[in-house]
């Protein structure tokens, strides 16, 4: 059991989701549509994502620094929030800063000299000794390493950057990068006398073929101007441009103050809760994963929650882990609100199986163990997979939520309907695990507007905070075009569409929408959610849940079958029922 007054709470009420510009083309458009008597005491919370700040990568998660992104976001927002009463939560990035920081830049202009050089971590001066430089100069980690690492992407975790004394440094680059190669001219190959126009042209041509197809450059088939190889491989090499999210060194002093001086400036903008983004990859250490490092990991975290207690700020640690693991488990006995990425797939297996079994355990599990916790259906990223599983630990099985068949049924449900599979691979490039399947809510559902009214229900009845995406909000559809213009690492466009203010107005005339801002109404408003949750005895293919504060109660009543549920609300003499 948890104790209570050990946890930093996030206050009751319901939590919306979206980018700056998820709502017409600024955040000033998002809170007009907040200002409309539609949306009257329906959210409490907003988590604005971080395009919110200056960044350049995988949708505001590499981060250039974190002043406002003039673009998208004027301190008049901020004050006409404050003025709705909503309290805000941002992401601090633990773990990585943009190649574009100023930090970073420094060390490209300056390299051994700059002052950020150990800002960074330099791939080969981590692993110096524990490995072999392969043909391209980079440390391959012994075997006994490698195999040890967690990775989210495939091959080493690295990128590398060019130094002002003509070498390529790989820099540790766990997450996202992208390197952008550009098309080159005859004039780039004038200084090759030997070189003719006619050949020049042929040459050109076959590279900007290559770049324009996005294919692979280093496969490019010189043939007859073999002899040439190594000026053009070094003349295309030299006009690349990258982007990429950098890992930080927690070794260094100068990373902690910039997390201090980066608290004391999100709280200024009015944050009150701080998502801890990528937190668990922040500790490395030779012989561990990387993922979680004991007791590094732990370490780190304590002192975070330092700073933000300085600056009055919830943090919220983000992990996604199996369930098996008993993360969550560690991370909520240690006095934090612990994200609730199971839900999400529990939701679809239940209302998909008509079984009520494994969501009740969860939310039993929830209540007895006092875990206090944030809650979702749908959300910027995935809808998570890997989290329900088992796993094996010191040679004995934990459970999951679900077992591996029926996570394969959810995964298989999802994908029929168009949703896409994000994997996880290890050092050599195999693949190891799903990871999430990226897909809207509402794909996800079948696209049926009465599963996802009830999804709603049920995560409003649910133990913890419920936080709403945008997009599951006005049952927003699969953006397929979105997901599959730059292959796997835009996948999560899928389920980023913006809606302009016309989509939003043709949205509020919609039952599904209308229902669902009902049921969030009720939940944000209520004082039952303050009190004490109760499941019911139901039937297998039913669920039964109330709660009660005093003399206010708040009961759903649902049919898993036909997806028809009903919600009664009762305080002093006053009492109302909703039937969907």
Known sequence: MITQHHIQSI???????????SIGQRLSDTIKMLQLPEFKEVFS????LPTFFNSDLDRGFSIIDYNLNPELVSAKDLKALQELHIMLKFDIVLNHLSVASTQFKDLLQNGEHSNFKDFFINWNSFWEGKGTKNQEGIIVPEESYLKKLFMRKSGLPILKVPFPDGSEQPYWNTFYQEIQFQKITIDDLKHLKELDAEKALLICKKVNQLIDNKQDITRLDFNEFDEYKTQISQIIHQKRTFLGQMDVNAKSELVWEFYEETLAKVANYGCKILRLDAFAYLHKEIGQSNFFNKPGTWNYLERIKDIATKNKLIVLPEIHAE????LHDEVAKEGYQIYDFFLPGLMIHTLEKGSNIALLKWATEIKEKGYQTVNMLGCHDGIPVLDLKGKELNGIY?????TDEEIEFVMETILERGGKVKNLYDATGNKISYYQINATFFSALGE???????????QLFMPGIPQVWYLDLFAGKNNNEAANKGGSSS??????TSLNVSEIENGLKRKVVANQLQLMRLRNTSKAFLGKMTIHDSLEKEISISWTNENCIA???ANLIDFSFKVSHSENDFSTELIF
């Open 491 to 496: 996948h999560k466009e899928i389920n980023r």
């Open 11 to 21: 206050p009751n009420g319901v939590m919306f989701n979206a980018y700056p510009d």
């Open 555 to 557: 009961k759903l009543k």
């Open 398 to 402: 934990h459970k999951g939520l679900l």
């Open 45 to 48: 919370l907003f988590y604005i």
């Open 448 to 458: 049926n507007e009465n599963k996802l009214v009830l999804a709603r229900a049920l």
């Open 323 to 326: 369930y098996g693991l008993n």
